[in-house]
């Protein structure tokens, strides 16, 4: 099994006629992905490797009904697409978009959490239930990277997924499904949000998690552990540990200031809460062969 999305789910890609959409449209279906339907308004009676082109999210729902939105659209039209897809009825949307303004990141959780939707990103490589579908812009076919197997994995950084990753696979690992939660101040999804759903997984036996000095979501996966929320083996790998504090590095997420969001605290919260923290990615796939006894 996996989260999120699955060989089963029916996907729309909107912004499928442009360069990243249609280029990551077809990668989505040679993994094996169901994209149903793309929307390009304006473009109706087109297709990208076969998928149709319509109008509008509506429109393509009355003919090809889907559950999963995949948004390859720029910033500043990426809070309307969400909003369409939502109003279309889909309940689980990726965007990769990077550069959402601010203000509109907060109406797009605020509107996502309002009718129970889940909205991924933005400023994310995207989701990959390996073997089964993909959502966004993620390599699948590097092997010694995406192998299934069964590690679940969240992460908010683009540059060290595969890298982390890679350690999960020489360890003598696979991976369900990985969730990249993007590196924005205001993500869709935050990583506590997702731990039951790994929780539920039977094919999840341990979880990555991927952070980054900024923020409180390497925190309130500590709790969430602690509350009881998620029970099974975890390992964590953060990034920034030698940033200065008050410098921002890498992207708008990775900021400490003010004694909060440093590794260190991050650090100790999730020693407390029973994690296993790696300080170099090469310590997470031993840190997960003594945590689980044997490969997984």
């Known amino acids: 099994m996996s989260i999120f999305v699955n060989k089963d789910s029916r996907v729309a890609v909107q912004g499928v006629t442009g360069k990243e959409g249609s280029f990551w449209t077809r990668h989505m279906k040679e993994m094996g992905t169901q994209v149903v339907f793309g929307v390009t308004p304006g473009k109706e009676g087109q297709d990208v490797a076969g998928v149709p082109v319509y109008h509008s999210v509506r429109r393509g729902m009355q003919e090809h009904p889907a559950d999963v939105a995949m948004l390859f659209v720029p910033p500043r039209f990426t809070k309307d697409a969400i909003f369409e897809a939502l109003d279309a009825g889909i309940r689980k949307i990726c965007a990769t ?14 509107a996502a959490l309002s009718c129970g939707a889940m909205v991924v990103g933005g400023n994310t490589t995207g989701i990959i239930s390996v073997g089964e579908a993909l959502l966004g812009i993620i390599p699948y076919w590097i092997d010694s990277v995406y192998k299934k197997g069964h590690v679940g994995v969240m992460t908010r950084s683009g540059s060290l997924t595969n890298e982390v990753t890679a350690e999960i696979i020489k360890g003598g690992f696979g991976v ?5 939660v993007g ?5 869709g999804t935050r990583f506590a949000e997702l731990l039951p759903m790994y929780q539920e997984d039977p094919d999840t036996h341990a979880l990555v998690v991927i952070g980054e000095l900024g923020g409180s979501m390497e925190e309130e996966v500590a709790e969430a552990v602690e509350a009881g929320v998620f029970s099974k083996p975890l390992v964590v790998f ?8 008050g410098k921002r590095m890498g992207h708008a997420g990775a900021i400490a200031s003010h004694g909060h969001g440093t590794v260190k605290g991050k650090t100790a919260a999730l020693l407390r809460a029973g994690a296993g923290v790696a300080a170099k990615p090469g310590e997470v796939g031993p840190l997960l062969r003594e945590m689980l006894g044997s490969a997984t």
């Open 238 to 245: 953060m990034g920034g540990r030698t940033a200065p504090e």
């Open 176 to 180: 369900t499904t990985l969730v990249g």
């Open 97 to 110: 978009a990077d550069g959402i303004p601010l203000h509109e990141s907060v109406q797009i959780r605020k």
């Open 183 to 187: 590196g924005d101040p205001v993500p």
